[in-house]
């Protein structure tokens, strides 16, 4: 498999889309927003972008949810494995692309999950105690590699069901049965100010293309605005200023802030997946798509095993 990641507006889906159409391959997505139907401005499908030389190159793990549901990434495994293993099957080349870290991440360095949707712990219990006595609960149990379970009660609240089960049960663990995939992931890298131009550009589009009427009709359709403000960044300030909390030219500013600093976690979270093993050939992604694919496939059917750090 090759994967190719990359801090958002670094222009991987083209170069995945480019590389697929070489070597004759279906890309699996890596993005924990994408697969939602009808969420497609705010995430950044650009489901146009999967045509190169005349082709459609197949794309799976896209609109295989509706809005409202709660994807994890246990889920995600299983919905991953199938569409590889399908992939395989048909004799063509799976190509892993995406920004979401730890999607990537548990595929790469094949996580050991369970599905917290089976444990049995006293969620009663738990819904008792303060955010507080949670946290610290959830501190007592597991080392802690991020604070996304920490920034919604309801996500502390799963986290600590599912460390309670794997304390105690293994039944509902996926097994470990992905081989190594490590080995061809390459990240695109552009420097920080091409990239803030390129976030503030892309803004600026989607919300004249309709962005704001998207989140109209996810609200319109009975997801509350709870459940959006949840799904962060392009969701979250939108719906705020749809329902009155803050203003355009505020959701506007606010959310430019937001996309920049989020692209500074996901670098922050390869730079992890580097520390934990898995090694990233960083590819310079300011010149042509085409350029770049080349390279990528060079280095894949030329053994090539040298990692060019980022600058």
């Not at 969420?39 to 045509?51: F, V």
């Not at 501190?139 to 069901?161: G, W, Y």
């Not at 920049?260 to 042509?288: L, N, S, V």
Request: hydrophobic share 30%; net charge neutral.
């Amino acid at each position: 498999m090759i994967t190719i990641l990359g801090p958002t507006a670094s222009g991987k889906t083209k170069i995945a889309v480019q590389v697929a159409c070489r070597i004759g391959g279906e890309i699996i997505s890596a993005d924990s927003r994408q697969v939602y139907r009808g969420m497609d401005i705010g995430t950044g499908k650009d489901l146009d972008e999967y045509h190169a030389g005349g082709h459609h190159i197949p794309v799976h793990l896209i609109d295989i949810r509706e809005p409202g549901h709660e994807y994890n990434i246990f889920e995600f495994r299983n919905d991953f494995l199938e569409a590889w293993q399908g992939i395989l099957s048909r004799g063509k080349a799976p190509i892993m692309c995406g920004g979401s870290g730890m999607y990537l991440d548990s595929i790469l360095n094949d996580y050991h999950l369970t599905d917290a949707s089976e444990t049995d712990s006293p969620k009663d219990k738990l819904q008792k105690m303060s955010d507080e006595e949670l946290t610290g609960l959830l501190r007592s149990m597991k080392k802690l590699h991020n604070k996304t379970d920490l920034e919604d009660r309801e996500r502390l609240i799963k986290a600590i069901r599912i460390a309670e089960r794997s304390r105690t049960d293994s039944s509902g663990y996926l097994p470990k049965t992905i081989p190594d995939l490590r080995e061809n992931t390459f990240g695109i890298s552009i420097p920080r100010p091409l990239q803030m131009q390129r976030i503030s550009e892309r803004l600026t589009q989607r919300l004249r293309t309709g962005m704001i009427e998207e989140t109209e009709r996810l609200l319109a359709s009975g997801i509350t605005p709870e459940r959006l403000i949840r799904y962060g960044l392009e969701y979250r300030f939108t719906t705020l200023y749809l329902t009155g909390k803050i203003t355009f030219q505020e959701m506007e500013e606010k959310l430019n802030i937001a996309i920049r600093q989020f692209a500074k976690r996901q670098m922050t979270w390869f730079r992890g997946m580097e520390r934990r093993g898995t090694r990233i050939c960083w590819i310079d992604g300011q010149r042509p798509v085409e350029e770049t694919a080349s390279e990528i496939i060079s280095r894949v059917t030329g053994g090539e095993k040298s990692n060019r750090n980022q600058e």
